[in-house]
Every structure is written in C-alpha cells, then in structure tokens.
T-cell receptor, first 115, second 110 residues
Framework: AQSVTQLDSHVSVSEGTPVLLRCNYS??????LFWYVQHPNKGLQLLLK??????LVKGINGFEAEFKKSETSFHLTKPSAHMSDAAEYFC?????????????FGAGTILRVKS | NAGVTQTPKFQVLKTGQSMTLQCAQD?????MSWYRQDPGMGLRLIHY???????DQGEVPNGYNVSRSTTEDFPLRLLSAAPSQTSVYFC?????????FGPGTRLTVT
C-alpha cells in the first residue's frame, strides 16, 4: 500500500524568502512522485515529477524537489517566494502502470505568501 | 488536442436524483480515472480504468458507477445523489506515469 503525508497543512512565508513544503511517502514499489499545485478555484497543474532518474528534480516556476530514499521524503523548495505562489500544493505518489497508474494524494499544504 | 474535457462545470442536484458526469480525452490514453476532492483530504480515487471494457474500484467507490465502452470516454454515474457526494470531481487520463487532469466538475447535492 502507498501513502503520502504532508507534514504541514499551512505554511506562511514572506515574499522573497525561501519556501519549504515537506512530504514523506510510503511505497511498496520504486515510487514515482509528483508535486501538483492548485490555485483557488482552479484545476491541478503539475509542478514536477520524479521517476527514478536524477534525485534532484527541477520543475516549473523555480520549484525543485529532492528525492531521499533513506528518509522516504520528497520535499518541495523554492529559493524565493513570489505572491503568485500562494496556492495549495499536493504531494502525490503513483502506483506503477501494471497496477493501474493510480495516484495517492497527500492532504495538501496551503501556502500563504505575505507581502 | 483538447486534452481532458469534463462536463458540466457546475451542477446542483437534489438528494435522490441521478446524473452522469462526462469525461472525454483525445490523447488515446489507456488509463483513465475519477477523483473527488474534499477540503483537507486531497484527492481520493473513486474508480479507474486501464482500457476499454475494464474498470475497477478505487478508495471511495460507493454510490458511483462507471463504464468504459470506448477509449475516449469514461462517464461517472451517481445513482442516487446524497449530500455526502457534494465535492469537486476530477477526471484524469494517462499513457505513462504522468497524468493529465480535466478542469473539474463542482457538484452540490442539497
């Protein structure tokens, strides 16, 4: 069975300061991991994905995440927050295609950016 | 390509009514799935399909039916709507690991 734990339900940062959104996962397989972002009343946008290649993954809008197998973590970071980063972020683990490509979502972290 | 499309965007139902949420994709993806989003719970899998004619249950299947007669379409049926089914519903399709999401349907059951 697979599961995802997002360690903070809310994170508040000031504009221009670093962002850290924490995610731990549990997986019976070699995991594929994703971060999605959802702005208010909008759909889901893929930020980045890890699929067993480089452990440091770069995504869109300056975000990146590091896969750490020993810590079962996949934390999302950004060096400098922008007001437009305010949104809800989801860490997601995927089951392999032979098991239906099913996604397991974390509960989400709401990022607030203060001016 | 239109990608993944969902209709309607918004729907209000009375308890006990039935309806079908439509999902279509034009990318020839084998995998399709339905998720519901509720505050503080992320997205949870309702049903999924690995190809035409094949469907299976996800985490929260009760009260929902699906069928997959074509590769393109994957409708979600609510047989007798309940207030607990008030949610935002997302359809997704995939070929490989990455999934593509539709814009969502916001459903309110009164």
């Amino acid at each position: 069975a697979q599961s995802v734990t997002q360690l903070d339900s809310h994170v508040s940062v000031s504009e221009g300061t670093p962002v850290l959104l924490r995610c731990n996962y549990s997986s019976s397989y070699s995991p594929s991991l994703f971060w999605y972002v959802q702005h208010p009343n909008k759909g889901l946008q893929l930020l980045l994905k890890y699929t067993s290649a480089a452990t440091l993954v770069k995504g869109i809008n300056g975000f990146e995440a590091e896969f750490k197998k020993s810590e079962t973590s996949f934390h999302l970071t950004k060096p400098s927050a922008h007001m437009s980063d305010a949104a809800e972020y989801f860490c997601v683990v995927s089951e392999p295609p032979e098991y239906g490509n099913k996604l397991v979502f974390g509960a989400g972290t709401i990022l607030r950016v203060k001016s | 390509n239109a990608g993944v499309t969902q209709t309607p965007k918004f729907q209000v139902l009375k308890t006990g009514q039935s309806m079908t949420l439509q999902c279509a994709q034009d990318m020839n993806h084998e995998y399709m799935s339905w998720y519901r989003q509720d505050p503080g719970m992320g997205l949870r899998l309702i049903h999924y399909s690995v190809g035409a004619g094949i469907t299976d249950q996800g985490e929260v299947p009760n009260g929902y039916n699906v069928s997959r007669s074509t590769t393109e379409d994957f409708p979600l049926r609510l047989l007798s709507a309940a207030p607990s089914q008030t949610s935002v519903y997302f359809c997704a399709s995939s070929y490989g690991v990455e999934q593509y999401f539709g814009p969502g349907t916001r459903l309110t059951v009164t």
